[in-house]
């Protein structure tokens, strides 16, 4: 099964939101969300159906798929969305993407996951250019949050999770054991993820020949 790309939220508040541009070009670790709670209702429906759309989904950004679809009123997304000032510039270790339910990966951590499987910096991975009926990124206010520098010890871990006593090592090999299992389904499923945005291309060996 398929994750689904693009979706997200906001680490301090866990509040939902849409990431528009997973980077930004010479900002590598900064990015573009959409709060979806703070759309007006007559666009929120339509952002959230362009989303899990097929046209959504093979985006490599979101904002390329916004940039070529209109709401109900006529108007571009990606263009509107801008004019409302729900563009958000947010830096990337503050925003967990939700690609399966029940997983939540740092987008920053995904980034880097992505760069290291096409054996890039994460500084390339921004789109290095754009049509001209894109929307100009232009940075934003910060979200209107207290969105606070925090980083993750693992991708779910939280403040509520409570550690059986590792003192005893028969009750702490099976904690551990039970840990590896877990980070060892995470790790395949967001390599899953990792892939349907950017498969790796792989080498052909030898010399290829053509065919004419």
Do not use: W
């Amino acid at each position: 099964m398929a994750g689904i790309k693009h979706v997200g939220r906001i680490k301090a508040t866990n509040k939902k939101c849409v990431v528009a541009y997973r980077t930004l070009p010479g900002d590598a670790y900064n990015c573009l969300i959409i709060p979806t709670e703070s759309i007006p209702e007559q666009y929120h429906d339509s952002l959230l159906n362009l989303v899990e759309s097929n046209t959504g989904q093979t985006s490599y950004e979101l904002a390329e798929a916004l940039a070529r679809s209109s709401f109900s009123d006529g108007t571009i997304m990606l263009s509107a969305l801008h004019a409302m000032g729900k563009l958000i510039k947010v830096a990337t270790d503050q925003v967990e993407m939700l690609p399966y339910p029940g997983t939540a990966i740092l987008l920053a951590e995904l980034n880097q996951l992505i760069a290291s499987q096409r054996g890039v910096p994460v500084d390339e991975l921004a789109l290095k250019s754009t049509t001209e009926q894109d929307e100009p990124v232009v940075e934003q206010n910060p979200v209107n949050e207290d969105v606070s520098k925090t980083t993750s010890a693992s991708v779910n871990a939280t403040d509520e999770e409570v550690k059986p006593n590792l003192d005893d090592p028969i009750v702490a090999a099976k904690y551990y054991r039970s840990q590896a299992d877990k980070l060892a389904k995470q790790a395949a499923q967001f390599r899953r993820m990792a892939d349907d945005i950017s498969p790796i291309q792989k080498k052909s060996r030898g010399k290829s020949k053509s065919a004419e």
